[in-house]
């Protein structure tokens, strides 16, 4: 028997949503990059520094790249992905150290079992 109408659309949206959740995936790694962090320190140099300095920025420069509450709201979202970028990959760290713990522990289990202690 062939495959129902509602079984392919839900393998549609299962595809999709694996995909999005893939793609949302990549953007707490590009928040965090140097990249960006670079791009937005010399945004906030430029919006921010700069005018405090006597230069004069224009405002289409200001429109489009926002003003120092957006920097800095931006830098601080980087932050925030990186932090949890770093304690998600010491979770995974440790959970791997715990997991060999559990098979240390079982491999003594048996050799103290065959051995009759």
Do not use: W
């Not at 949206?13 to 590009?30: F, I, N, Q």
């Amino acid at each position: 028997m062939g495959t129902t109408i509602d079984q392919m659309v839900q393998g549609q949206e299962t595809a999709t949503s694996s995909r999005l959740a893939k793609v949302l995936g990549y953007v707490p790694r590009a928040l965090s990059s140097k990249p960006h962090i670079l791009f937005l320190t010399c945004l906030g140099v430029y919006l921010v520094v700069l005018p405090l300095a006597g230069v004069h920025v224009s405002s289409f420069s200001e429109l489009v790249g926002g003003n120092y509450t957006n920097v800095t709201s931006d830098l601080g979202a980087c932050i925030a992905a990186g932090g949890t970028l770093h304690l998600i990959k010491s979770h995974r760290e440790h959970r791997r150290e715990i997991a060999r713990l559990h098979e240390v522990v079982a491999e003594l289990r048996t050799h103290l079992r065959e051995h009759g202690t």
